[in-house]
């Protein structure tokens, strides 16, 4: 009777010098591949990340109205945008009802400024309802929340300038370069520790299922490190983004108030619409266990909380 050949471990090769020498080399591709697979969409992929999420109809690309671009040129006047960056910032119609950003100022490849195609409605009669749908289904404008929805999605010049301006303040950022580093510094980091421990505690000399109780605590480190650094700078950009626009003069900040009002407003349309959890029921997105942008209700509360402080000291300047 022939004796059974023992499984092969497969994954003990691994601990050997020369599957160290792999997993050293996977760990290095793994690192180049994470900053590229963030880099690369914002720079030398950026046309094509701009067909991805660019609006079409009857398959052709919607182009930009002509009195679109003419705010936007405003909103780029009012913050003083160099000659250089204006060149490279390119408009387009984004699919959806939000901006959208791609890319930076800080790069040669220039930046997209997705502009939503409800910025071309002037009154609730401009909007073509038969063209707005979610999950193939008409929507019911006669209900509460379809005039809800018609009414947020008409926003009026200044909120559409204060829009674009938000947009191209996100773009004078080193967001695309973090937001490609993060991932790749987090992966190194839980990679040298990892092989450190192994060293340092002989761990590949025990048993597997200890090594791999380390890697999946490692693991989750990695990624909590990950979200929170991105999040917090775009909380960040966020946060200085509004202290920038308020300080543009009082109008920014009515605007400011009127423009994420609507905001809000827009998303508990959809939560009651779409009938999920995407949106919370005061408007914000629901991120879960992240963080992955200021709250719109706290863009809200700063703009109103400025807006008081501008109508008290203008009250002060008339009673003296």
């Known amino acids: 009777m022939n004796k059974q050949k023992p499984p092969k471990r497969t994954l003990a090769y691994f601990t050997t010098p020369f599957g160290r020498k792999l997993v050293f080399f996977a760990a290095g591709t793994t690192t180049v591949g994470l900053f590229l697979g963030n880099f690369l969409p914002h720079t030398f992929l950026l046309n094509k990340y701009q067909e991805f999420v660019q609006c079409y109809k009857d398959g052709i690309v919607r182009r930009v109205p002509d009195v679109i671009e003419a ?19 390119k408009p387009f119609v984004v699919y959806g009802f939000d901006m959208f950003t791609a890319g930076s100022t800080k790069s040669k490849y220039g930046g997209l400024i997705g502009i939503p195609t409800n910025y071309s409605y002037t009154s609730i ?13 008409q929507i019911k404008w006669g209900s509460e929340s379809g005039q809800m929805l018609q009414e947020a999605l008409v926003l009026t010049e200044d909120e559409q300038i204060f829009g674009m301006c938000k947009a191209i303040l996100q773009l004078q950022t080193q967001r695309v370069m973090l937001n490609a580093v993060f991932p790749s510094v987090s992966f190194m980091a839980v990679y040298s520790v990892g092989n450190y ?20 605590f490692l ?30 003069g009082p109008e920014f900040v009515d605007a400011g108030v009127r423009y994420y009002d609507k905001l809000l407003k ?23 266990l992240r963080q ?29």
């Open 71 to 89: 705010r936007l040129e405003k909103a780029m006047n009012i913050l003083d945008v160099a000659p250089y960056e204006r060149r490279i910032l």
């Open 125 to 137: 009669d401009t909007i073509d309802r038969s063209e707005i749908r979610f999950r193939n289904e």
């Open 197 to 216: 421990l192994n060293h340092k505690l002989n761990l590949l000399a025990k048993p597997l299922s200890l090594r791999l109780m380390m890697y999946t």
């Open 219 to 248: 693991g989750l480190f990695g990624v909590g490190s990950w979200s929170f650094m991105k999040d917090y700078n775009q909380v960040l950009y966020d946060t200085s983004s509004d202290k920038k626009l308020s300080a543009l």
């Open 266 to 288: 827009k998303n508990m349309a959809l939560r009651a619409l779409i009938g999920d959890d995407t949106y919370t029921s005061k408007g914000n997105e629901n991120f879960y």
């Open 292 to 320: 992955k942008s200021l709250p719109l209700t706290i863009h809200k509360a700063f703009f109103e909380e400025e807006w008081k402080k501008l109508k008290g000291e203008k009250q002060e300047q008339v009673a003296q």
